[in-house]
């Protein structure tokens, strides 16, 4: 038999080319059924290796290897790597349980347009296992299929065993790199159905199974093979798509990870240039728009042999290698040749390692799926492309000539090896070196998108700075980077979408240039207010009303603390802390207390000393740093109210002195930056952990963090919502041109949950960003920290950042805003006036647009 199938597979037609296509009989969660056998089939999980270390790719291949050698050997395995546009519409389903505030259907509706603009690729891994036979069913239903009677199903036993022995299998592979859970089984149906490019729903399981006549409508469809191709043709008998199958016929001897031995892993990066008329391309176009993704797809069968089986044909060609050795010496030239000497010495290695280790040998057939639904010369540009790619690693593709049918049906699943004679056997490390499951991934699995990766998988990023609490993990988020690289556009970004989950949003904007996150609030319908220093907002940051819930007993000792910071110094050694303290006492105990009531009774005292220091506050008062703190209230000011929405502190210009400068040598703008810092740190620690306010989301800000870091007060303070933003479900947003200073913040440091890490080109502010990154210090750090902030011509690329998130996953992202307007609106650059107006008609429309 086994001489008859070698000469069929070199006539062509041996193995299993003519064998009839799989006949599905059920489908369910994880399972295959067909006629003859039944297959497990799993969804493996991608890991994040595009920044991974050396030491922990090193250690996840060794896992990856060891599992295909304990776990799947002697199994025949079909591996498949599989790509879908991402479905925009969904996300706006997720909005509706995401966002209860303002115009957060424009909001949603805005990202979903940009999502179908973008068209990003999602890929699927999925891995199936045949673990069972059921000839006797084939050969009964072939029986049954001449008198008509053939059943359509499985029965309840068979399908409950079959699912102990998935599950069983899937135990196993649970605990390996790839976290393998079993697929669904409308993951299962979508696989199969999508074959035939119609848009037609898929059917409901009934009873968590798919089988009669909803699974014969699952291969409803007509390909008809050519040469070169396959066409899938449509409903109205059209060719709905193009399809070609390559073949992998050679690879290297040796294969570097990383490096060409990531065959696997590098289908994302394969890109063309598609044929396009000049006439319709218009007048300004961006030409990497038009190098679009090929997004190949892979099927590899292959199965991992037993380590006996493995070392036989290791020993086999270990002496066949020696006697050609032997018989080459005894002739006249008496040399056996380079290549057979080093065959029988790898030979010899492989055999004492698979002694030795958990190394053993694989028998795989990839096979790559090339698809155009534009037409045959966009096909055949798309497979050009992928054989272009491939020869550059050395690694010999090409179209599969004359056995397009035979190849497209090995690639389904529930189908089988068809042919043979176009494989390989190599150790496992070579199969698992192929990083499949390789690639970038980083981010929230649900919350707001505010992004798309850019490492070597595509995908959305999404980020959620108000899930820490929820998720039992710190809530600090750092946006780090050197100025103009879109770090405060992306933390104006995530307040917006804070303000959307209806949290309480509170930035401090020391340097003036977030009004801009007012504006985009109003014109989508948030409660946004902007407030500044100066007279406008008069009496906005007085601590009896910022206090006011906390009852008058913080007041009374947080006010005259205050107001001892703004006094002249000479005062303050004259005593003048004794009648502040009295005048406080009596504001409150007349009702109704303000400071600026407390300054007038000061300066309607008979005490000298009392009178002086109420005149030089009230003076004091009357500045546009005194003001929002101890004037008179504003007509119209908005006051700071613990409420959803967004509230802008603007105090630009504040000039506090440094943790080393002694109190009495503050000039008169120190004195006064501080007391007015005083006001909102007392706010935010206050807001945070009111008992009342437990249940609402709370956001505190702080842009150009340096400016608080360079004091005590402020440094405690940040330590201080950093270390209980989770007991009191209050997020931290931290941005940053020096990570160095923010390093030295060991409470902030320790509950960083997520930290974005744009352009920085001193290396010790690198080194600084990569630890904080979770990533190696050392020059290719560096570089990276340097490069990422620019595009390919070295022009700056706003918003591209490293990201690590709360696994300690970090990847490449572009934080992308979804229009023009709103990339207008959140302009960093200071505005003369804020703008105040009521909401507007939003543009919708996408742009190619990103931070």
């Known amino acids: 038999m086994k001489v008859l199938q070698r000469v069929g597979n070199f006539l062509g037609v041996g193995g299993d080319r003519s064998a009839e296509p799989a006949q599905y009989v059920a489908l369910a969660d994880g399972l295959i059924i067909t006629n003859d056998h039944a297959e497990a089939w799993f969804a493996l999980a991608s890991s994040n290796t595009d920044l991974m270390t050396e030491s922990a790719r090193d250690n996840e291949l060794d896992q990856a290897s060891g599992a295909l050698a304990k776990i799947l050997a002697g199994s ?58 059921r000839g006797g069913q084939g050969n009964r239903r072939r029986v049954q299929d001449g008198f008509g009677v053939a059943p359509t199903g499985v029965g309840a036993r068979e399908l409950a065993r079959l699912d102990a022995i998935m599950r069983r299998l899937g135990r196993r592979l649970e605990t390996t790199p790839w976290r393998a859970q079993p697929a669904a089984v409308e993951m299962l149906a979508w696989m199969i159905a999508r074959e035939q490019h119609r848009a037609t729903p898929l059917p409901s ?55 060409n031995g990531e065959w696997l892993r590098t289908l994302s990066e394969i890109t063309y240039v598609p044929d396009v008329d000049e ?59 380079r290549a057979i000497e ?20 694989v028998e795989d057939h990839p096979r790559l799926i090339v698809t155009s639904t534009t037409g045959l010369e966009d096909l055949r540009a798309r497979v050009d492309a992928v054989v272009t790619h491939y020869g550059g690693l050395g690694i010999e593709v090409g179209v599969g000539e004359e056995e397009q049918r035979e ?155 205050q107001l001892g910071i703004a006094m002249p110094p000479h005062l303050r050694a004259r005593g003048a802390e004794t009648p502040v303290q009295h005048a406080v006492n009596a504001v409150i105990a007349s ?41 008179r209230p504003a007509e119209g000011a908005a006051p700071l109210t613990p409420e959803p929405g967004i509230w802008v502190v603007q105090i630009p210009g504040l000039s506090l002195p440094g943790t080393s400068d002694d109190r009495e040598d503050w000039n008169v703008l120190q004195r006064m930056s501080v007391a007015l810092m005083h006001s909102m740190l007392a706010y935010g620690i206050t807001t945070a952990g ?37 007991a009191l479900s209050t997020a931290l947003l931290l941005d940053t041109q020096d990570p160095e200073s923010l390093a030295r913040l060991v409470g902030v440091i320790e509950q960083l949950t997520t930290v974005f890490g744009f352009q920085l080109t001193n290396s010790r502010q690198q080194d600084a960003l990569a630890e904080m990154l979770g990533l190696p210090p050392g020059k290719h750090t560096r570089s990276l920290i340097q490069s990422i902030g620019l595009n390919a011509d070295g022009e700056i690329r706003h918003g591209h950042a490293i990201i690590r998130d709360r696994r300690f996953n970090s990847a490449t992202a572009q934080i992308d805003i979804p229009t023009t307007e709103l990339l207008a609106l959140l302009d960093t650059t200071p505005r003369a006036d804020p703008v105040d107006a009521e909401p507007g008609d939003v543009d919708h429309a996408p742009r190619e647009v990103a931070v």
């Open 690 to 726: 009111r008992k009342d306010l437990r249940g609402l989301r709370k956001a505190v800000c702080v842009p150009e963090v340096h400016v608080l870091t360079a004091t005590k007060e402020g440094s405690a303070f940040l330590e201080y919502i950093a270390r209980v933003g989770r």
């Open 407 to 561: 190849l497209w049906l090995e690639a389904q699943p529930g189908d089988q090896l068809r042919v043979p004679d176009v494989g390989h056997t190599r150790d496992v490390t070579g199969l698992a070196g192929s990083w499949w499951w390789g690639g970038a991934k980083v981010g929230d699995d649900v919350g707001p998108i505010v992004g798309y990766l850019t490492g070597t998988t595509p995908g959305i990023f999404r980020n959620d700075v108000t899930i820490g609490s929820e998720k039992g993990d710190a809530t600090t988020t750092a946006f780090i980077g050197r100025s103009g690289r879109g770090k405060t556009t992306a933390m104006m970004l995530s307040m917006l979408d804070a303000a959307f989950r209806g949290a309480f949003v509170l930035a401090l904007d020391f340097k003036g240039d977030l009004g801009g996150v007012v504006s985009a609030g109003h014109r989508f319908g948030l409660n946004s207010h902007l407030i500044e220093t100066g007279p406008r907002f008069s009496g906005v940051a007085d601590l009896f009303k910022l206090l006011d819930k906390e009852g008058s007993e913080r007041a009374q000792i947080e006010v005259p603390a």
């Open 591 to 631: 009702g109704e207390p303000a400071t600026w009531k407390v300054i007038d009774f000061l300066r309607r005292s008979e005490d000298d000393l009392a009178r002086e220091t109420g005149e030089a506050l009230y003076e004091l008062g009357q500045t546009a740093i005194g003001a929002p703190f101890m004037g």
């Open 205 to 259: 399981p009934s009873r968590g199974m798919v089988a009669g006549a909803k699974l014969a409508a699952l291969t409803r469809g007509r390909i008809l093979p050519y040469p070169d191709h396959l066409r899938v043709m449509g409903r109205d008998g059209e060719p709905a798509a193009w399809t070609a199958v390559l073949t992998m016929s050679g690879f290297p001897e040796r294969m570097e990870s990383p490096g």
């Open 342 to 361: 080093e065959t029988e010495v790898v030979m010899a290695d492989l055999i004492r390692d698979m002694g030795r280790e958990d190394v053993t040998l």
């Open 76 to 133: 025949d395995c079909h591996l498949k790597v599989l790509w879908s546009p991402v479905n925009a519409a969904d996300y706006m389903d997720e909005a509706a349980a995401l966002f209860t505030s303002g115009d957060w259907q424009g909001w949603a509706g805005m990202r979903v347009e940009r999502l179908d603009q973008i068209a990003l690729p999602a890929r699927h891994l999925l891995l199936g296992v045949r673990i069972t036979d």
């Open 279 to 337: 006439a319709e391309l218009g007048g300004e176009i961006d030409p990497a728009s038009l190098i679009l993704p090929v997004s190949p797809e892979a099927s590899v069968r292959f199965q991992v042999m037993v380590k006996r089986d493995a070392m036989k044909k290791a020993d086999d060609a270990r002496r066949l290698a020696k006697e050609q050795r032997r018989s080459a010496s005894q002739h006249s030239a008496e040399d056996p040749g």
